[in-house]
């Protein structure tokens, strides 16, 4: 049976708009859904802090191609762990940085990940 329910898996911090999920390149929504399985096997609800608003220092995120998720109360071997195994399964197709740098979906924060893909052409 379908949960119609999607709030207890997934909430978005205040100020982000979740009508901007909209303006996500469709690369995201497969990662999103593979960080997903990994917060629920925490017992954690995945939050959304930074879609499309505000401002930040690469351009991912005003081009649909940027997400930062929340990290709160997860042990960072944990955080490493995920970071590592979505690296390891989506960078070598959609990964992205700086020129001459290795490229990575997935970036751990201080206090967030951030997720990123590149311009698929």
């Given at each position: 049976m379908r949960n119609p329910n999607l709030r207890?898996?997934?909430?978005?911090?205040?100020?982000?708009?979740p009508s901007d999920?909209?303006?996500?390149?469709?690369a995201l929504w497969t990662i999103l859904g593979f960080v997903l399985g990994y917060y629920a096997k925490w017992g954690k609800?995945?939050?959304i802090?930074?879609?499309?608003e505000g401002q930040h220092k690469s351009l991912t995120?005003?081009?649909?191609?940027g997400v930062d998720i929340r990290i709160w109360n997860i042990?960072?071997?944990?955080l490493e762990e995920m970071v590592d195994a979505i690296n390891a399964?989506?960078?070598?197709k959609f990964g992205t940085g700086p020129n001459g740098a290795k490229p990575l979906v997935a970036i751990l924060e201080k206090d967030?990940?951030?997720l990123q893909v590149k311009v698929l052409s």
């Open positions: 207890q898996y997934l909430d978005f911090k205040e100020g982000v708009d999920l909209m303006f996500l390149d469709p609800k995945l939050v802090t930074s879609l499309t995120h005003c081009q649909g191609r042990p960072r071997n944990l399964r989506f960078a070598e967030h990940v951030h």
